[in-house]
């Protein structure tokens, strides 16, 4: 017995955020009695919102409507909250900012703002915001790129939400409060479930498309397939989700870029476990990397061992540092010095140049570093790398031939920047006559003559 009991304790000592898997919230803080109004009216007018919100772990623990939605009034001094209206006879707010939700979740909420989430709607100035405003045009911006980083939300001289800006729940979003995000761009309303957003769906809205494939990526790769494979016996609907401990089939995005391990709790700053950011032009490692990647690592070590593990960094490192080296460094110096020199203006997306460099860098370039990061090899590869190289070398180094008034005006900056790495030799110079032969013998040997392939 006493055995039993010692291995108990040592159990909860190695897993010491076991115990604080279930949400833990003062019960005064929760329950008003206003809110019984608000959910006998709203059973009868929206049924399937009352449904929605009883079925969830808080409408069962009797979080109710006016907790959430309740709003202070404007009171001498006390500017009171913004977006307020009067609602059959209750001061409320639509929107339930994260800000409100830190009243019961103060832990979640600092993580969330201190992550690049929160900052997913600081992109006004972004050269794809110019894409986006100026060369598609507004209404695409508010249907389009704000629905996942977020909009600056409006309110109307009545308390009401400026339609241009709201609905909207992009994972930035600049909330009428100043708090940034929206707690349901992962939790959707009103269920608000944790099982919900520990499945790749809940991130896919956003983590998709031609510029981060990121859902793609996954579900090409073996997690991806595991997943599909085993979704229902993940124990996704428990408190507790320990990888390894709680559950072990595969990794989802939550499991590696948030949930617990048996060293670590869970967090809401998504950029903790990373090192490497895959986004700009030319990738740089984060400040703290090293400590980010051993987050990371530790996630990984539950299932798999050191050298798969390391293994899995090389190749990536190798990859991005080749994408870096081989295209993307010389591709920005060329054309900041075409820039320099007048030979291209200064704007964005005016000369066919900008064009061509954009989609090497922020589409084919980030396919190929998001690929090799998760284990996608048709997005390192067809999609990405095969993309780069085509372009750099097909429409890239012509058009600064055509640039530069033709191939002899070119020759001294293409030298300068691309021939003399020996990457890039063979563009120049062809293949040598012993590898085209090795070549010959190959398919003589695998298919029994050239005409065969
Ligand atoms: C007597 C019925 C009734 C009561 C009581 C009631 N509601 Fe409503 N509520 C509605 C109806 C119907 C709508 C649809 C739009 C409208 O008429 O305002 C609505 C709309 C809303 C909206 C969206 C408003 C908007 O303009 O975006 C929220 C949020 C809301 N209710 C919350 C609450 C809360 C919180 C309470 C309790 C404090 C409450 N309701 C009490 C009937 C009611
Ligand atoms: C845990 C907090 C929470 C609780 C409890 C809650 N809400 Fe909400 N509600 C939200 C959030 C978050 C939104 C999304 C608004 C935003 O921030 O964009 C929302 C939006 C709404 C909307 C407008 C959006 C829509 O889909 O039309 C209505 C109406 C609404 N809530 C009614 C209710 C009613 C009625 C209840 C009680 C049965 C309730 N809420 C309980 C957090 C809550
Ligand atoms: C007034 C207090 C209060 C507020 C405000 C509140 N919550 Fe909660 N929340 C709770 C309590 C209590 C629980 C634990 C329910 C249980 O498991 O018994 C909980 C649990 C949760 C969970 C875990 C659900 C699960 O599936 O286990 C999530 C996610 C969550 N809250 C999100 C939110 C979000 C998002 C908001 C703001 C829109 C919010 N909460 C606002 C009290 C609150
Ligand atoms: C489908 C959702 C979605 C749409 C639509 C979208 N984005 Fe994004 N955007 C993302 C995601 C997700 C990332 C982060 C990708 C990553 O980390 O790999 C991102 C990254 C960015 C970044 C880089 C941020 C940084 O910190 O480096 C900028 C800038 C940006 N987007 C601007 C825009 C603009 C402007 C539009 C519209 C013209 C737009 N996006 C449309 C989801 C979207
Ligand atoms: C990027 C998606 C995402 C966003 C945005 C998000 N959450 Fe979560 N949240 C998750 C995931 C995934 C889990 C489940 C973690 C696990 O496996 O236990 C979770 C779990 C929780 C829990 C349960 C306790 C815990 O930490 O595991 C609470 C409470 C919670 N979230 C509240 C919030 C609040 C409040 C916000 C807004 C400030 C928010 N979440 C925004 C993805 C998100
Ligand atoms: C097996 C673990 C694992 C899974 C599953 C996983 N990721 Fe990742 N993710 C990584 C690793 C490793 C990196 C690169 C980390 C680094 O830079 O060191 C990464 C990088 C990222 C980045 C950063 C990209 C950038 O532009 O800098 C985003 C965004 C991301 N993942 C989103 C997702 C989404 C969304 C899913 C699910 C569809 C997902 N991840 C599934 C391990 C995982
Ligand atoms: C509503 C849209 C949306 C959803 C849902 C979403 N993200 Fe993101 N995510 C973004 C945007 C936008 C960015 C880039 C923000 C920026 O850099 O300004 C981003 C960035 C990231 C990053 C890079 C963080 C860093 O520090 O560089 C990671 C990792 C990530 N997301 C993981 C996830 C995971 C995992 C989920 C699901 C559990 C998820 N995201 C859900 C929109 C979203
Ligand atoms: C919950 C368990 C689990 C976690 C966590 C996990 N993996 Fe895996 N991973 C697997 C399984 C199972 C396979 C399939 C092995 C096989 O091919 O038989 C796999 C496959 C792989 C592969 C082989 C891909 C291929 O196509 O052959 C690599 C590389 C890999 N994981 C790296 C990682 C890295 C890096 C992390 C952390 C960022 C990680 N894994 C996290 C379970 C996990």
Redesign the pocket.
């Known amino acids: 017995m006493r055995r039993i009991l010692v291995l108990v304790a040592l159990a909860i000592l190695a897993c010491p955020f076991a115990a604080s898997a279930q949400v833990k919230v003062d019960p005064k803080l929760y329950g008003s009695p206003e ?1 019984q109004v ?2 006998k009216c ?1 059973e009868l007018k ?1 049924p399937g ?2 449904r929605m ?2 079925s969830g772990r ?2 069962q623990a009797g ?3 006016y ?3 309740k709003a202070e009034k404007k009171n001498g001094s006390t500017p009171g909250n913004p977006g307020g209206f009067d609602h059959r006879g209750f001061w409320i707010t ?4 994260p800000k ?2 830190s009243r019961c979740h103060k832990e979640q909420f600092e993580q969330q703002q201190g992550s690049h989430h929160a900052k997913g709607a600081d992109i006004l100035n972004s050269l794809d915001n110019y894409l986006g405003t100026v060369v598609g045009g507004k209404a695409c911006e508010v249907t389009g790129c704000r629905q996942c980083h977020g909009s600056n939300v409006q309110v109307l001289k009545d308390g009401k939400l400026d339609p241009a800006t ?4 992009g994972i930035g979003r600049i ?1 009428p409060d100043g708090s940034k995000g ?3 761009a992962c939790h959707t ?2 269920r ?1 479930s944790k099982e919900q957003a520990r499945r790749p769906d809940a991130c896919g809205k956003c983590h998709l498309g031609p510029d981060h494939p990121q859902i793609e990526v996954y579900t090409e790769s073996k997690h991806g397939i595991l997943y599909q494979a085993f979704r229902d016996k993940l124990n996704m609907d428990q408190n507790q989700w320990v990888v390894g401990v709680d559950y072990q089939d595969t990794a989802t995005c939550a499991t590696c870029h948030i949930s617990a391990t048996p060293n670590q709790k869970s967090t809401h700053d998504v950029g903790s476990r990373i090192s490497w950011t895959l986004r700009p032009p030319v990738s740089k490692k984060l400040e703290n990397w090293k400590q980010r990647r051993d987050n990371m690592k530790d996630v990984c070590r539950q299932c798999h061992g050191d050298p798969m593990v390391d293994g899995h960094y090389t190749q990536f490192d190798n990859l991005v540092e080749l994408y870096n080296n081989k295209f993307a460094i010389p591709a920005t110096k060329i054309r900041q010095k075409l820039m320099d020199t007048g030979k291209i203006t200064k704007a964005d997306f005016d000369d066919k140049l900008d064009w061509i460099y954009y989609e090497l860098w922020h589409h084919e370039g980030r396919r190929a570093r998001h690929g090799a990061s998760m284990m996608g090899p048709d997005y390192t590869w067809w999609h990405g790398m095969y993309e780069v190289a085509k372009h750099f070398y097909e429409r890239f180094l012509p058009e600064v031939e055509t640039v530069m008034g033709g191939k002899a005006a070119a020759e001294p900056i293409l030298n300068e920047f691309v021939y003399k790495d020996p990457m890039h030799r063979w563009y120049k110079e062809g293949m040598s006559k012993e590898e085209l032969k090795r070549l010959d013998d190959f398919y003589q040997k695998r298919y029994g003559g050239k005409e065969a392939k």
């Open positions: 809110g608000c959910i709203h929206s919102l009352f919100w009883k808080m409408g979080v109710n409507c907790d959430c939605h639509t929107i339930v900012s409100d939700c709201w609905p909207n729940t909330n929206s707690c349901s309303r009103h608000f």
